[in-house]
Antibody, heavy 121, light 109 residues
Framework: EVQLVQSGAEVKKPGESLKISCKGS????????IGWVRQMPGKGLEWMGI????????RYSPSFQGQVTISADKSISTAYLQWSSLKASDTAMYYC??????????????WGQGTLVTVSS | QTVVTQEPSLTVSPGGTVTLTCASS?????????PNWFQQKPGQAPRALIY???NKHSWTPARFSGSLLGGRAALTLSGVQPEDEAEYYC?????????FGGGTKLTVL
């Protein structure tokens, strides 16, 4: 059974750093992309970026380039999303999801349960 | 900045048919945008329904179908069930990155 299990909720202060995780199981982690999606409170979904754990090929949305870092450690089947200096506007639910390689473009299939990040002074 | 536009809200009666659409600010949506559709219910993670315009996942109910319609990507629900009440999001590909639409809140009434 394919599963993506995300790390628990975080409460941080502005300026602090943070790294959240997404652990995959039930499939060959290195052979599928992992994507990160933001959902601010009461708002829609935003595509942040994706990573291919097999070779760490990473693509970012222009909106998130330079604001976050996406990484992966294939030896422990885990992808990460990290911030070096959080802002209150980073308060959101963050989802990871698996993307299956396809003839056109990888497509989303399985999703994690989400990690709620709250940034408040 | 690329904008993907969906109807903010739609209402359908149980058993009815409804079509949700997804437009791109760059012009007509074609198969090369690899449209995806997702369903999200309150308090839950999104669930993938359709990929690459019209392909269903193994868990996608038969009443959901995807297509291209009048220069837009479209998601049609035929024989709507009460449990289909949810937010629906489309996702389009723009050369290396993807962009979600703003979502359509579907009410079954």
């Amino acid at each position: 059974e394919v599963q993506l299990v995300q790390s628990g909720a975080e409460v941080k202060k502005p300026g602090e750093s943070l790294k959240i995780s997404c652990k995959g199981s039930g499939y060959s982690f290195s052979s599928y992309w992992i994507g990160w999606v933001r959902q601010m409170p009461g708002k829609g979904l935003e595509w942040m970026g994706i990573i291919y754990p097999g070779d760490s090929d990473t693509r970012y949305s222009p909106s998130f380039q330079g604001q976050v870092t996406i990484s992966a450690d294939k030896s422990i089947s885990t992808a990460y999303l990290q911030w070096s200096s959080l802002k209150a506007s980073d308060t959101a639910m963050y989802y990871c999801a698996r993307l299956t390689p396809y003839s056109g473009y990888p497509y989303f299939d399985y999703w994690g349960q989400g990690t709620l990040v709250t940034v408040s002074s | 900045q690329t904008v993907v536009t969906q109807e903010p809200s739609l209402t359908v009666s149980p058993g009815g048919t409804v079509t949700l659409t997804c437009a791109s600010s760059t012009g007509a949506v074609t198969s090369g945008y690899y449209p995806n559709w997702f369903q999200q219910k309150p308090g839950q993670a999104p669930r993938a329904l359709i990929y690459s315009t019209s392909n269903k996942h193994s868990w996608t109910p038969a009443r959901f179908s995807g297509s291209l319609l009048g220069g837009r990507a479209a998601l049609t629900l035929s024989g709507v069930q009460p449990e289909d009440e949810a937010e629906y999001y489309c996702l389009l590909y723009y050369g290396g990155a993807q962009v979600f639409g703003g979502g359509t809140k579907l009410t079954v009434l």
